[in-house]
């Protein structure tokens, strides 16, 4: 069986949303930059909400000609607003719309196709509830409503799931149109390769079916190039 997490990540539509899983024994850092990647050619711009990763890290997670794409709002600074000085657009305090700001930027164009990532929903629970959170990211999908000029939103999420209650990751889920759950990382004898590990997919199609596969993943150093193969569940 082919894999169903690529051909299914090339074919999103507007208002879809990734989900991705990890924990302490397999983070899904590389792998969710790897997927911001694939979706680069399909939107005209691509926003990065960043809580884990300095600022400075981000361009080496993308192609140096493919960086003109990409937004990049720093939550890692000054994630609190402590310092006044700055003009953030993200505070984990704020009781607004926790991704406002994403869209005071410039788009890349009038009717703009538009890919978000945010590299640790994990980083907004301490200090908001889960339901501000997925009312936050429904926001994000639905940007299309309120914003003329957005063609189309999708939004690729990574949270650390050993660290929250199973209410909180369910409600989370159930925005996902698709999850990616990484399990157990295994050791790999190769030079070239980082890692070798496995994930669950879990595809909700539009239908109400539901497509689940384990696969296998090969990272190498750079993160733009991941391999899969399948193992049928």
Known sequence: MPSLLLPNLSNLDASSFVLLQDSLNHSGKQLLFALANHVLDRVDEIHVIISEVEPDEVKKFFEPEAFSKVVVHDYWTNPLGWNVSRD?????????????????TPRAS????????VDAI???LPYQTYSVISTSLWSLL???QGIPEIQSVCVLGLIH???HTEQTLNALRHE???QVRL??????????????????IIVNKKSGKVKRQVENLVSTRFVRFVTYSQEIV
């Open 110 to 117: 009038p009717c703009s196709k538009i890919a978000v990532v």
């Open 122 to 124: 994990s980083s907004f």
């Open 88 to 104: 953030d657009t993200l505070r984990v305090n704020s009781d607004e719309d926790l991704f406002s700001g994403v869209w005071s």
């Open 176 to 178: 996902a149109n698709i």
């Open 142 to 144: 639905h940007a299309t």
């Open 183 to 200: 399990l157990p990382i295994r050791p790999t004898s190769s030079a070239s390769d980082e890692a070798v590990g496995s994930f669950e």
């Open 161 to 163: 799931a050993d660290l």
